[in-house]
């Protein structure tokens, strides 16, 4: 079976960084691109960016390619999301997801950033 | 960047009718697009991809249809399961970007 498993979520103070990760299961990590996913509160759906199946290229949203990054880790089946310098309308639940047709979610990540 | 313009927003239906949700995308994508469905309190569910293509496991009476910048999902004999907000997301053009959601309730 399919499993993501997000992890790192929380309340976080605007300005700090937090790095979010996704353990993936039931399948060959190694041969799919995986994408990062948010969902607001209002549950509007954005796009944050993929990354090649290697490792070796990243696809960003232009809104937030200054601030997160996006990485992976093929040995330990994980991907990885670093947001840095983070705001309020960062509060969001953050999905990793399998491929750009993402016939795979994790459960979520609630982060929250408040003062 | 491809705008998604979906409705309605919201849809009631009753159990056994069809329902219908459009997508307008900005420019075209080609077929690139998907639908999901998002169940309360859930992570979202690919549906259909290739805007026609049925996911492995997916009742058959979801369909998606389309082509150039208009597509649609259908729904045939509304189950009670079936509500959910659905969302179209395009993967044509980067960034990837999504519908605003059709949340769909049972009247």
């Known amino acids: 079976e399919v499993q993501l498993v997000e992890s790192g979520g929380g309340l976080v103070q605007p300005g700090a960084s937090l790095k979010l990760s996704c353990v993936a299961s039931?399948?060959?990590?190694?041969?799919?691109?995986m994408s990062w996913v948010r969902q607001t509160p209002g549950k509007t759906m954005e796009w944050i960016g993929d990354?090649?199946?290697?490792?070796?290229?990243?696809n960003y949203a232009p809104s937030l390619k200054n601030r997160f990054t996006i990485s992976r880790d093929n040995a330990k089946s994980t991907l990885y999301l670093q947001m840095s310098n983070v705001r309020s309308e960062d509060t969001a639940t953050y999905y990793c997801?399998?491929?750009?047709?993402?016939?795979?979610w994790g459960q979520g990540a609630s982060v929250t950033v408040s003062s | 960047d491809i705008r998604m313009t979906q409705s309605p927003a919201s849809l009631s239906a009753s159990l056994g009718e069809t329902v219908n949700i459009e997508c307008l995308a900005s420019?075209?994508?080609?077929?690139?697009l998907a639908w999901y469905q998002q169940k309360p309190g859930k992570s979202p569910q690919l549906l259909i991809y290739?805007?026609?293509s049925l996911q492995n496991g997916v009742p058959s009476r979801f369909s998606g249809s389309g082509s150039g910048t208009q597509y649609s999902l259908k729904i045939n004999s509304l189950q009670s399961e079936d509500v959910a907000t659905y969302f179209c997301?395009?993967?044509?053009?980067?960034?990837?970007?999504f519908g605003s959601g059709t949340k769909l309730e049972i009247k």
């Open positions: 997801t399998r491929a750009r047709v993402m016939d795979a």
């Open positions: 039931g399948f060959t990590f190694s041969d799919y691109w």
């Open positions: 990354i090649k199946y290697d490792g070796s290229y990243t």
């Open positions: 420019e075209d994508i080609y077929s690139d």
């Open positions: 290739n805007a026609n």
């Open positions: 997301q395009q993967y044509n053009n980067y960034p990837l970007t």
